[in-house]
């Protein structure tokens, strides 16, 4: 599934669902200049409205509302920025909407959310468009099997746009193929949660999509029970989740139809080894196909070090705190408790041309580290040592560390990357995004163990996490030992020895509690998936605000603790953060935007707090 944005096959029909974004936008303008539903009602028809919900998967209207990192489901901002994985990046000033969700300032009328609302809504409209096809077509060219499968996969892509709008705001209108303009009910309002109507999408496609696909891209059984999982997860429903997440286990395949197991751990972020044995569900990109860039990685493109790999933009860099996360004990394992109790050394405020640098090999540290933080003197893929300040945009807001799991390698950046839009060189990225991976299922079925299972089985899951990170086969090598002159370019590297004090160790003492269990398997996703974009929405649906085992305010706690660590260090003068403050019965969700509330001339409510 590729060239899905750019190269459009039914273009009057994807034209009228871009022509307006909101919720309801898409359903009250009768359509006009565009293909009508006799001419799409055959397979092609089908085949082509198809392949249009699919193009959304990415976050990535083309010519749509705003700039395509504002809506990418990667949520770089939503989920890595506001959950502390990373600050915002570049220059105070630059992205204010961005700016505003990391402060925790943002309200209706931020630059951001409503684009991504947008967005995510015509998502839901082009999957609504698909299902409500299937019934006109009357020429025989779709099979009852096909139709079947067709409506599976249109389910799941509703499923997915919902969940996206659900994790953000939780209260939003849920619109299924009944709502449009000729029936009168397109003013849907946000009463509440919309789990149930989620699940029911995700159920509906895990019973009718097969294990296998004809292309990579497609959602299967095992991508669907995965989905609806998720949702379970969300919703806190541990045992309807358990059986799925075990059949996954057991059972799944990707749609071509290979065994879900962990693979090694930087192939998941190296866009030439994507859709392997771990991707259950991945977004599909694309460069190099006469599309301008646009079929790449959109939501990432500012999201490179401002030297190196695409000399810009510098956003997306991670936290101290994310880093200090990967140090260890004496016995490999994590500092749940203490790890911001100091920082890792790091480079901030040191000279880009200073030969007096090295990096802390003393330290032990988890194996991770260094695939998830860019950081000075380790080697940053196969583009050499990371050279620090050269790279950063601005080192004194966005601090000393780099984002990486999005870059590709140098030597393969004549295939993986293009220019986006004309005007990026080197921005667009075949790095195609991990919706969800094999380490998600073990380690949501972990937290189901924990809740509603066994808490040794639970510390298997989460040891076999950590025994991939534990594998020396994982671990970065070559160790910077010096410079050649008084050139900080020039470095010498030992590339027999490993970069940094790795070690990775197993839980071997079994849990003594469910809250012991509980800080190992949610540290665990902390250092599993740092900088994907997830870590804001764990600590949401883990808060006893919306039903999660940790009890109100738990996610204000993390939080404000990680600005309290942010602002304490010396040598890091960022003034974005300053007094920033995480609002316990607010920030748990964001802001809708008032453009929706308009709209809907209040029937969209805002949410609590704003």
Partial sequence: MKNLKYKIIVPGAIALMATSFSCKNFLDKAPGGTLNQTVLANKAGVDGLLIGAYSLLDGVLQDGPADPWTSGTNNWVYGGVAGGDAFKGSTNGDQPGAAQIASYTASGVNG????????MFNGVQRANDVIRELPLVTDGSVSADY?????????????FYHMELAKIWRNVPYADETITYDNG??????????WDKIEADFKAAADALPATQPQIGRANKYSAEAFLAKAYMFDHKYNEALTLLRDIITNGVNAGGKKLALGKFADNFNPS??????SVFQVQTSVGDNAGGFNGNGGDVLNFPSGGPATCCGFYNPTFSLVNSFKVDANGLPLITTFDNSDLKNDEGVAAESVAYFPDVTTPVDSRLDWTAGRRGIPYLDWGIHPGAAWARDQVNGGPYSPIKNVYYKGAQATTSDTYGGWAPNQATANSYNLIRFADVLLWAAECEIEVGSLAT???YINQVRARAADPSNWVKGRLTGYTGTDASKTIVDNTQYAANYKVGLYTTPFASKDAARAAVQFERKLEFGMEGHRYFDLQRW??????????????????????HTNSIANFPQTLLRGARFTQGKNELFPVPQAQIDITQGNIKQNPGY
């Fill in 543 to 564: 808060d006893g605000s919306t039903g999660g085992v940790m009890g109100a305010g738990f996610m204000a706690a993390q939080i404000n603790a990680f600005l309290t």
């Fill in 185 to 194: 009910n397109y003013n849907v309002g946000n009463p509440g949660p919309i």
């Fill in 458 to 460: 639970a510390q298997g």
């Fill in 147 to 159: 139709a079947k499968v067709v409506t599976g996969e249109a389910r799941f892509l509703r499923g």
């Fill in 273 to 278: 080894t994507r859709n392997g044995v771990e």
């Fill in 112 to 119: 951001y959310l409503d684009p991504k609302w947008r967005v």
